[in-house]
Structures are given as structure tokens and as C-alpha cells.
């Protein structure tokens, strides 16, 4: 009888607990990723740590457009769908991108960030956020 008791005891605390909710896409858990190294891990070996590129093989992020722009909805575009984005800009260069899609939002928004502050021609006023991450990401109709 002891021990139906404590077993009962032990089920009803256990469901007391507190749950910790679901992590999504865009409210991690813990620190906010780090944009450089985000860039070093999925970036750096085609667009170069310094962001100069390749000739014929990967475009400079240096300067570029897509980084320098006040909107960064286009460079976010471009890394969750990759080259795919440019059209038939993209033949310029003989290496496609790889979409990134699989980084959270958080990730994203980081390395958009970091490259923008980095590699800008005039760096941005404020950091990307995740939840501009995820108007791209859930805007219907781009590859």
C-alpha cells in the first residue's frame, strides 16, 4: 500500500513540473548566435574571409549591392535561396550557392549582420533581425 502511494505521489508531482516551450526558428534558446562565425563556417570558403570572392568561380561580397543595400531583404533572399534568386545573373559565375535555409532565423539574421557591418560599403544602422528572416523565408512565389 507504502508503495502505491509514493508511486502516486511521484505522478502527480512529476505532472506539476513546468514545461519549457517549444523552441522555434525564431526565438532560440541562450546567446545570440555569432554572425562571424556563421560567416566563417558557411560563407568564408567561397566568398573568402575577407570577402573578396574568386574570379569566375564566387562573386566578392565586398562591396556588393546585395550587401550594401539599405533593405536587406534581397541579401536575405539570397542566402535562404541561394543563387536560384539571381536568375540568369547567376551564370556569371561557375559555382551556384547553396540556399541556407537550414540556419534558424536567429543564424541568419546574425551572419546578415555581420557581412553587412563588414563588408558594406556604408555600414547599416541597425542589425537584421530574425523576424525580417522570416517575412523571406515565408514569402510565397521566390524560388
Known amino acids: ?5 509514493v508511486i502516486l505521489l511521484v505522478g502527480l508531482l512529476g505532472g506539476c513540473a513546468k514545461h ?11 546567446p545570440a548566435p555569432d554572425g562571424e562565425k556563421l560567416f566563417m563556417l558557411n560563407c568564408a570558403t567561397c566568398h573568402m574571409a575577407d570577402g573578396s570572392g574568386v574570379p569566375f568561380l ?16 534581397p541579401l536575405l533572399s ?7 534568386v539571381l536568375g540568369e545573373g547567376s551564370q556569371a559565375f561557375d ?12 543564424e ?14 556604408a555600414p547599416p544602422a541597425r542589425p ?6 522570416a517575412v523571406t523565408r515565408n514569402r510565397p512565389g521566390l524560388p
Open 78 to 84: 539570397l542566402i535562404l535561396r541561394g543563387s536560384a
Open 108 to 121: 541568419i539574421a546574425a551572419l546578415a549582420t555581420y557581412a553587412r557591418q563588414r563588408f558594406s560599403v
Open 58 to 73: 564566387q562573386p566578392p561580397v565586398k562591396g556588393s549591392a546585395w550587401i550594401s543595400s539599405a533593405d536587406p531583404q
Open 1 to 5: 500500500m507504502r508503495l502505491i502511494a
Open 128 to 133: 537584421v533581425t530574425p523576424a525580417e528572416v
Open 95 to 106: 559555382n551556384d550557392m547553396a540556399p541556407q535555409a537550414h540556419l534558424s532565423d536567429a
Open 20 to 30: 519549457e516551450p517549444a523552441r522555434t526558428a525564431t526565438a532560440p534558446a541562450g
